[in-house]
């Protein structure tokens, strides 16, 4: 840590000197331009131009599995640009690499060649709301609950796979959210552009993996519907109760945490 003294020029300027050994690492030069970003009693300083995360990746011996967690993973952490190499790309890991961009907001093809593709995001983050994401997440969580549950007791087959698609999109927003929290942490600027400070986005990121998880547990009961002819009638009641006090719980969680976070962008449902 380092302190500095505040001073004053011409009668009315504040002044505080940068430390020459942080402004040679950063590769900050006289002349050059500095956003203020305030945050509370906290004053982050930072380049004005967004600068994109870029990185390129050797798959010549990737497994699909490995392609489909590596795309997701720098998705999650924010890389504008993923670059694909080999000296023949497989079609099978074409198909991967483009069926999981297509689960991701904003990723697109933007370069194919024989030996090389790059995934690009023409989404800007600033662009995106968290308060929407995740409120439109406990929507579609508490929908599925909702279907997947009284599938049981209409015993309606066939439900567990258009549960299982409506999880996809929980899955999908779930990514957004978590490439916003990352986006905000490594740029200042991204939550500058909202009135959300960084603790808000933690925690609208908590209750979006929270909700993520009703929503991986509703396909599992949604998949009860197509192994049993029929719900015992013993059990038809107190199930009933419970799929009622689970959705209760979910409600008043998330009407708690919005009085908690009382904004007025936060107070839109």
Known sequence: MEVRKVQITGGSTYTVSLSKEWTTETGIEAGQELAFYPDGDTLIAASPIANEARTTLSIEDASLQELESQIVTLYVNGFDEIAFEADRIATDQRRVIRSTAQTLTGFEVSTETETRIVLQDFLDASELSIHDTVMQMRLLSLSMLEDATEALFEEQPGTAEEISERDDEVDR????????????????RVAASTDLGNESYFDYRTCARQIERIADHTVKIASHSDELETLPENIREPFAALKNESHEVVENAMDAFLVDHCHPCVLRR
Do not use: G, I, K
């Not at 779930?174 to 942490?185: E, G, N």
């Open 173 to 188: 927003l779930w990514h957004v959210t978590s490439r916003l929290f990352r986006s905000v942490l490594r740029a200042p």
